[in-house]
């Protein structure tokens, strides 16, 4: 990088050099020492990224080549002056010339009016009992707790004395990236909108069954049970051929096979008994002593 590129002064007003050294510096730093030059070039980068107060419409915060007067104008950074560089009160920033000196003075009557009072307090207490000293202090402690406010940095730079401006946050940023507080809000009011509507959705669902139930006639109760279902064939194969069916003859029964069952069923005597018995024994030992058994 060539020196030449840093900009001449344009006027003698009292930011003009200023405004030059801030631009010069990352130039002339870089062969010097690169990660100062990379710091004096971030810090110039944010004075460009700052809104101005006093910027036209016609004027781009983002041109190639801005004029003094534009970066003059902007006067919207928080932690360190704009004009001087120097940082703000509680940062690491000094304070002008005599305003130290002045400030001890006041501390110092302050000081000795506090002191003062709590004498007088002192004297007031020891005339008292115990529950009205208690009740003093009390009230003093409350007096005390409503008095102690936050205390404000200064709007100033306590170096030259320039005012501070607040920046103007961007809207499009802040709706692209909102804060995290409102989205774990949004979070939680989408999650209670989610379970709202799935117990409507399962209220609608039991109510429509509920009717359902409803229009249907109750069951009748069978007092004996159908048993259609069960297989009235045994589950195992049979391991015999099954009996032939019996056939039935459709024809009147005659006179001869009612004469044959009546005979069946006539009971013998014991008489007829036994000599039916000693033939059929007979006509067995014949048979025997013919094939040459007897």
């Known amino acids: 990088m060539s020196l030449s590129s840093s900009p001449a002064p344009t006027s ?4 003009e050099p200023t405004i030059n050294h801030i631009l010069s510096l990352p130039n002339l730093l870089q062969p010097i020492s690169p990660s100062h030059a990379a710091l004096h070039l971030a810090r110039l980068r944010l004075l460009y990224s700052v809104p101005a107060e006093g910027q036209s419409s016609s004027e781009s915060p983002s041109s190639s080549s801005p004029s003094p007067r534009g970066i003059r104008d902007k006067l919207t950074l928080g932690g360190w002056c704009n004009h001087c560089g120097g940082l703000r009160k509680g940062m690491g920033g000094a304070q002008k010339g005599g305003r130290g000196q002045v400030k001890d003075k006041e501390k110092e009557e302050k000081t000795k009016a506090i002191r003062e009072r709590a004498r007088k307090r002192v004297r007031e207490l020891s005339n008292l009992t115990e529950d009205e000293r208690e009740e003093k202090k009390m009230a003093r402690k409350l007096e005390i707790a409503g008095a102690v406010q936050k205390r ?43 379970e709202s509507e799935s117990l409507a959705l399962k209220a609608k669902i039991e109510a429509a069954v509920k009717v359902e139930r409803q229009i249907q006639p109750p069951q009748t109760l069978l007092s004996h049970p159908v048993f259609s279902h069960i297989p009235s064939s045994p589950p195992n194969l049979p391991t015999h051929p099954p009996p032939p069916p019996a056939k039935h003859s459709d024809g009147p029964p005659s006179a001869t096979t009612d004469v044959a069952k009546k005979k069946k069923k006539t009971k013998k005597s014991g008489l007829s008994k036994l000599l039916a018995e000693n033939r059929e024994r007979n006509e067995s030992a014949k048979g025997a002593g013919m094939w040459g058994l007897g």
């Open 152 to 194: 404000r940095q200064p709007p100033e730079c306590t170096t030259c004395g320039a005012v501070y401006t607040r920046p103007k946050p961007d809207k499009k940023t802040l709706a692209e990236f909102p804060s995290s507080r409102k989205t774990r809000r949004q979070a939680a009011e989408a999650k209670a909108k989610e």
């Open 12 to 15: 003698t007003t009292t930011f």
